[in-house]
């Protein structure tokens, strides 16, 4: 973007110059205006597309897991001389366990608070309490 020169007259007036400020003002907040929705049409095109490839990868492990499960209940069918329901049994109590670590770590994640919005909470009282103690001087 270049910069426009400004053109100085010496008698301009204040109300002129009060109405070149607003028009530059307009000028400005449109301008903010549209690279706001510029950048919000280009947010929503890369999280679009990284939700695209996050599901795709989402399909194909649950396809991995389905022949992995298989696989697993095929093996230990095996060591048990042919019975293949012990075989799914084990896998399937296998992947419950796995399942509720990993919820139980997720649950205790989510638990655990987030420290910019404590700071930005604390932060916030600080300069509530400044303010009140200011207004009783």
Do not use: C
């Not at 205006?33 to 679009?48: D, M």
């Amino acid at each position: 973007m270049t910069a426009r020169s400004i053109a100085s007259d010496p008698d301009t007036g204040v109300p002129d110059l009060i109405r070149r400020l607003a028009q530059d003002s307009k000028r400005l907040v449109g301008n903010e205006v549209r690279l706001a929705k510029i950048e919000a049409t280009e947010s929503v095109h890369h999280v679009s597309r990284g939700v695209l490839w996050m599901t795709l990868a989402f399909g194909a492990a649950v396809i991995m897991f389905v022949a992995l499960t298989l696989v697993v209940a095929t093996f230990i069918g095996r060591l048990a001389n042919g019975h293949m329901w012990i075989g799914a049994l084990v896998s399937g109590v296998i992947e419950i366990a796995i399942g509720t670590a990993l919820v139980k770590r997720g649950l205790s994640i989510m638990k655990t608070p987030s420290y910019t919005l404590e700071e930005s909470r604390g932060a916030l009282g600080d300069t509530a309490s400044w303010v009140a103690s200011a207004r009783r001087r």
